[in-house]
Nanobody, 123 residues
Framework: QVQLVESGGGAVQSGGSLRLSCRVS????????FGWFRQAPGKEREAVAC???????WYADSVKGRFTISTDTDKITMYLQMNSLKPEDTAVYSC?????????????????WGQGTQVTVSS
């Protein structure tokens, strides 16, 4: 059974940092592509970052240079390091996985999802 469990969300001031973790079970990291998505109140869920064996990493323009996606095979965990946070980064962040070597940026590209973790950035 595939499970993704996020942690690391919280409240920070503008300019601060957070690291989100996505603990994965039931799959082998190397066989999957992973993504981070976020959904702000009243907005659609959007892709933030993706990591895969074939494509490496991808970032949305809004977070490029500030966020870093990575995986730790030993810990079977995916991370999203978020630096220089802005109030507009406030959202529920979710990790997702799909059995493929290619990155995807659409919700429908992914089969497995975590429950989400809240990130709140105050000005």
């Amino acid at each position: 059974q595939v499970q993704l469990v996020e942690s690391g969300g919280g409240a920070v001031q503008s300019g601060g940092s957070l690291r989100l973790s996505c603990r994965v079970s039931g799959i082998t990291l190397d066989d999957y592509a992973f993504g981070w998505f976020r959904q702000a109140p009243g907005k659609e869920r959007e892709a933030v970052a993706c990591i895969s064996r074939s494509d490496g990493t991808w970032y949305a323009d809004s977070v490029k240079g500030r966020f870093t996606i990575s995986t730790d095979t030993d810990k079977i965990t995916m991370y999203l390091q978020m630096n220089s946070l802005k109030p507009e980064d406030t959202a529920v962040y979710s990790c997702a996985a799909v059995l493929t070597f290619r990155c995807g940026i659409r919700n429908t590209d992914y089969h497995f999802w975590g429950q989400g973790t809240q990130v709140t950035v105050s000005s």
